[in-house]
């Protein structure tokens, strides 16, 4: 049985995600808490940089 973790709130600390991550879980945030106020993060992966935003459908899409 597939188990989901539950999302940390949007106003929980960072930390909170690190003590999951330390107790074997991975980590589960919030979109509103990793977006911001703007709807979009850009995030660098080797290098690269890419772009997750919400869609007006209200998706998630990441982009280079």
Known sequence: MLTVPRPIPAAAPAPAADVRARQGEVPCIDSA????????????????????????????????
């Open 33 to 64: 808490a990793l977006l911001g106020p703007r709807g979009e993060v850009h995030i660098t992966h080797h290098g690269q940089v890419y772009r997750l935003r919400v869609t007006s459908l209200g998706k998630l899409i990441l982009t280079k």
